[in-house]
């Protein structure tokens, strides 16, 4: 007997094929470090065997098959890769019941991964830690808690709750998750991104603290711009002391933060600013050359115009203390430049926050703007709060073209949804809601732009994609503004709108609209790619929450390869080793040009497609500048100063290996990634 056919689980009946079984199995070996793939096919013969002496004369099931490569696989010698398999197997068992509960019928499905980071995260727990509802749940309890909001203006609640239920359950747009965390929650603090003032006294450091570890118990981040801290040995007149300086108290902050979990969902995330012009600044760059300092710090040097002119004049530049305003010292402002890229190319921190370019765009300029969130995506005013999402790109294309009445439609549902979170959050601190009241700044940013360019055919490093990220974020951008004026007419404007920008507006709900966000784990429940990152691999290994070892493959890639004729197992698993298809011989040019992954993507391009989105997105964008292991340090310094040329609100770097501890690592045997990285910095400390 020669198995033809196989019965499927929704009834089907389809052609059978071997090579889906090898690829099962050969997954399962890499998952255990079983290194030689042709075993793959050995005992895939030997399960192909057993079914036709098994089930000669009767239809088999996929059910029948998987049996049946468990036992030959126990059977052989394999009881670790069987353990794998069928580990796997429940998981995609529970993962199609929650397809069912999602209505997910397309591409791309809800993965293994994502199905953990769901349950550790973000699904409520009862108080013996037993998770209480499923995936649908959670979004019915978000769509509810946000959609009651419109009971206030007028609005037809039952009609927003299905609206807001569909564009999350189809994974089309999804909040940030302090919102999906908290949302009908008991906490029922929704943002994600803070900013708060650290004034030059004991009590207002202490008041920080404090402040700030509330704020990260709810599952917020915080940005703190340190620069109005006396700087190290100056005079402090009440203890007739010396002062410590700026990074003394940012170890204090780390501490404090050190002995939070954030609501028990994510680690403590933190961005601190320091002024180029302050003191103390030469500290602040090289502080993080040591390990294990800082550890849930981002550190960002405030940039000014006056600075990169006297880089460029090779002038002296005065350092000024904040306390008397008065210049204490000149350094020559190439030596702190040169200080800032080397520190950057050796640690991935600095980051630079090109801050008079950040208040050149402020919507409210009579209030200035010094600090960012943790991702620096989002510059705030003291006290200030946002919170952001993210519509999944991948998602908006039909017949090979972007579907651009969709986008519109996901674009209005975002804003409204984004515009109702500022009414029902429950903020942390008295001050917050005031401040993220008077402004109502929301941040609609994109995820899923790597698949958009390849189901289109686009290469990331092309004309042709720098074009279409600038048509689709002015787009967005111009729609979210329709839809906030819509809401202003209707709702009223926010408090601040008569000092704002937007005189030629006859309303405006929020300040601001747009935000690129990093994206993180709504990205890897979403299935795509994070933010407007290009993929960081095609097929790696991936270690789950629950401490296994999955083997992925990026499903676009797969079926390509499929439909092209050139899949095969070994072929993953030589991409897995290499982290680059780029040399790999076998597959076809074009596929190599649309499938480039970060590393092969040169640092021009990855700046030109952050200053492409800049050009219209009214915060900041979140981008890292990914750079091989092997770049120099002029290549960082040229990243720098594009960014500055192209008018980026800021810029981060990171060349691979410069960190010993990442969440990426390439080799050792195969490209690994930890359960919660889908694209950026692969560092340890990078946040969301």
């Known amino acids: 007997m020669t198995i033809s056919e196989i019965k499927k689980r929704d009834g089907r009946i389809v052609k059978f094929e071997q090579r889906k079984i090898t690829d099962a199995i050969h997954k399962a070996l890499v998952a255990v470090h079983q290194k030689d793939g042709k075993i793959a096919k050995k005992l895939s013969d030997s399960v192909v065997k057993n079914l036709e002496k098994r089930f000669k004369g009767r239809l088999i099931t996929i059910e029948d098959t998987q049996n049946v490569v468990i036992e030959i696989l126990d059977k052989k010698g394999f009881k670790k890769v069987a353990e794998e398999y069928s580990s796997y197997r429940k998981k995609k068992a529970e993962i199609r019941k929650l397809k069912k509960l999602f209505g997910i019928e397309l591409e791309p499905k809800l993965t293994v991964n994502a199905l953990e980071v769901l349950r550790k995260r973000y699904l409520l727990k009862d108080e013996n830690g037993n998770i209480i509802e499923t995936p649908d749940n959670l979004f019915k309890r978000v769509a509810k808690a946000i959609a009651e909001v419109d009971r206030r203006y007028g609005g037809n609640i039952l009609k927003t709750r299905e609206e807001f239920y569909k564009i999350m359950s189809r994974l089309e747009f999804l909040p940030n998750s302090p919102t999906l965390f908290n949302a009908n929650a008991p906490l029922g603090q929704l943002s994600a991104c803070f900013v708060l003032p650290v004034e030059d006294s004991l009590e207002s450091i202490f008041d920080t603290v404090k402040n700030m570890t509330l704020i990260e118990q709810t599952g917020g981040g915080v940005g703190f711009d340190f620069s109005k801290l006396r700087p190290k040995g100056d005079i402090v007149r009440s203890s007739k002391g010396v002062a410590s300086g700026p990074c003394s108290f940012m170890k204090v902050f780390d501490i404090a933060t050190d002995t939070i979990k954030q609501g028990g969902k994510r680690r403590g995330a933190m961005m601190a600013i320091l002024r180029v012009d302050h003191p103390d600044i030469l500290e602040f760059i090289t502080i993080k050359s040591k390990e294990n300092v800082l550890t849930n710090f981002n550190l960002s040097v405030a940039i000014t115009d006056d600075f990169m002119d006297a880089i460029n004049k090779n002038k002296d530049f005065e350092l000024i203390n904040p306390r008397t305003e008065k210049p204490v010292k000149k350094l020559k402002a190439r030596y702190i430049w040169n200080l800032i890229i080397e520190s950057a190319w050796k640690s991935g921190d600095p980051g630079l926050i090109f801050i008079d370019e950040i208040n050149r765009k402020n919507p409210t300029p009579e209030m200035t703007i010094n600090a960012t969130n943790p991702c620096g995506e989002q510059p705030l005013l003291d006290y200030e709060s946002c919170n952001l999402g993210s519509m999944n790109l991948s998602k908006m294309i039909r017949e090979n073209d972007i579907d651009w009445d969709k986008l519109k439609r996901t674009v209005h549902l975002a804003v409204h949804f984004l515009d109702n979170v500022i009414d029902a959050n429950r903020f942390p601190l008295p001050q917050i809601e005031r401040m993220t009241k008077a402004n109502r700044k929301i941040g609609l940013g994109v995820m899923g732009f790597a698949e958009l360019l390849i189901r289109l055919n686009i290469p990331y490093d092309s004309e042709d994609a720098i074009k279409l990220a600038e048509k689709i974020i002015s787009f967005i951008s111009k729609e979210a503004r329709k839809k906030s004026e819509e809401l202003g007419l209707k709702r009223g404007s926010f408090p601040n709108f008569d000092k704002s920008i937007y005189k030629n507006y006859k309303a405006m709900r929020n300040a601001t609209v747009t935000t690129i966000a990093p994206t993180g784990t709504i990205s890897i429940i979403a299935g795509c790619s994070s933010g407007i990152e290009p993929l960081f691999a095609i097929s790696f290994m991936r270690n789950v929450l629950e401490g296994e070892r999955l083997f992925e493959v990026n499903p676009l890639f797969e079926r390509i390869a499929k439909q092209k004729g050139f899949y095969s197992g070994i072929l993953l698993e030589k991409i897995a080793k290499e982290g680059s298809i780029k040399d790999i011989k076998g597959i076809p040019n074009n596929v190599k040009k649309i499938f480039k992954t970060a590393l092969d993507i040169k640092p021009e391009y990855h700046v ?54 990442q969440v990426l690592y390439i080799g050792k045997p195969h490209i690994t990634a930890e359960s919660e990285y889908s694209g950026g910095c692969p560092s340890s400390i990078c946040p969301f």
């Open 608 to 661: 030109r497609m952050q200053a492409a989105f800049q050009k219209y997105v009214d915060n900041s964008v979140s981008k890292t500048i990914n750079l091989p292991e092997n770049a120099t340090k002029n290549d960082v310094k040229k990243a720098f100063e594009l960014a500055y040329e192209l008018k980026c609100k800021g810029i981060t770097v990171y060349r691979y290996g410069s960190k010993p501890q």
